[in-house]
C-alpha cells in the first residue's frame, strides 16, 4: 500500500514539473500573412526529443470535430495525418523545440484557420493549452462604378470584400449625404463579405466617397470619385467594366470596329496603288507621244 502511494505521488509530480505555457493566448492576424503561436514547456534533453510528442489541433468551435492541423511523433513531423487544408502551408518549427518552444507557423492565413488551436505535449507527462486565432480581412480594394436610369438619374455604386463586416456610408464633397442609399452583404464561400452599396440622385458637379468602417479592425478606407468626365452607359441593366471600375465596349463591338479600320485600311492601300499604276501608265503614253 505504501509502495502504491509512493508511486501515485512520484507520477503526480512528475505531471505537475511538466507544465505547458502560452505565452500569447490569442494572435490577430490579417488574411494572407503569415503566423507563429507558441507553445512553451521545459527544455527536453536532447535524447528526449525522441519521446516528445507535440499535437497542434485546430476547433472552428468548440462544439466542432478537432481538425489535426500538425503532429511531431518519433522525432519527426507526421504529415499524413495532416489536415488536406493545411498541407503546405503549416509546419511545426522543429529547430525550436530543443528549447522548449513547440511553435506552429501557418503560411497564406485563410478565413477559414480562424479559430481555437489546441497545443498538446507529452514528455513523462502531459499538459495543453488553449490559443485563438482571429483572422481579419481589410476592405483595401473598393472598386466603383457609376449607372444612367432611363430617365437621367445618375446613380454611383461601390463594392469590396472584407472581414468581418463592415458598415459603409457616403458623403458629398467630404459631409454625408442624405441621398437614398442601398447597400447589400453577400457572405461567400472562402468566408469574405462582399458589400456593394448605391447611392442615388448623384451630381457630377460633386465629389463623392465611399467609405468602409470595420469596427473590430477600427479601420476606415474609402474610395473617392468625381463624375466630371466620366463615361456612363445609358440604360444598362448589366454594365462592364474593367478591374478599376470603368466600363469596357463589349467584345463584339471591338471585333466589329477593328474589321472596319482593317477594310478601310485595305482600301487605301488598293486605291494609292491604282492611283500609282494609274500615272505609270499616263507617263508611258505621255513618252510615246513625245517620241512621235
Not at 153 to 169: H, M, Q
Not at 226 to 246: D, R
Amino acid at each position: 500500500m505504501l509502495l502504491f502511494l509512493f508511486i501515485l505521488l512520484n507520477f503526480q509530480l512528475i505531471q505537475a514539473l511538466f507544465v505547458v505555457t502560452a505565452p500569447e493566448s490569442a494572435y490577430t492576424i490579417q488574411y494572407g500573412d503569415t503566423v507563429e503561436m507558441i507553445c512553451s514547456f521545459p527544455v527536453p534533453k536532447e535524447d528526449d526529443l525522441n519521446k516528445l510528442k507535440v499535437s497542434w489541433k485546430h476547433f472552428l468551435t468548440k462544439d466542432q470535430q478537432a481538425r489535426q492541423v500538425t503532429l511531431f511523433n518519433n522525432g519527426r513531423e507526421d504529415f499524413l495525418s495532416q489536415e488536406p487544408s493545411y498541407k503546405g502551408r503549416a509546419s511545426l518549427l522543429n529547430q525550436e523545440l530543443k528549447y522548449g518552444r513547440a511553435i506552429l507557423k501557418i503560411e497564406e492565413v485563410k478565413l477559414t484557420d480562424a479559430g481555437i488551436y489546441l497545443c498538446l505535449l507529452q514528455l513523462d507527462g502531459s499538459d495543453y493549452q488553449e490559443i485563438t486565432l482571429n483572422v481579419q480581412a481589410s476592405y483595401n480594394t473598393i472598386k466603383t462604378f457609376s449607372n444612367e436610369s432611363n430617365n437621367n438619374e445618375l446613380s454611383l455604386t461601390c463594392e469590396s470584400l472584407g472581414f468581418p463586416e463592415a458598415k459603409v456610408y457616403w458623403k458629398q464633397n467630404g459631409v454625408n449625404v442624405s441621398l437614398p442609399v442601398n447597400t447589400s452583404y453577400i457572405r461567400n464561400k472562402d468566408g469574405f463579405y462582399k458589400i456593394t452599396s448605391t447611392i442615388k440622385g448623384v451630381d457630377i458637379n460633386h465629389q463623392y466617397d465611399c467609405v468602409f468602417w470595420n469596427k473590430d479592425l477600427n479601420e476606415e478606407t474609402k474610395a473617392s470619385t468625381k463624375l466630371s468626365g466620366f463615361t456612363h452607359e445609358s440604360n444598362s441593366e448589366n454594365p462592364q467594366m474593367n478591374a478599376t471600375g470603368y466600363y469596357i465596349r463589349p467584345m463584339h463591338t471591338v471585333v466589329i470596329i477593328g474589321c472596319i479600320i482593317i477594310l478601310l485600311a485595305v482600301f487605301v492601300i488598293l486605291f494609292y496603288k491604282q492611283r500609282l499604276l494609274c500615272f505609270k501608265c499616263f507617263k508611258k503614253k505621255g513618252g510615246r507621244s513625245s517620241t512621235l
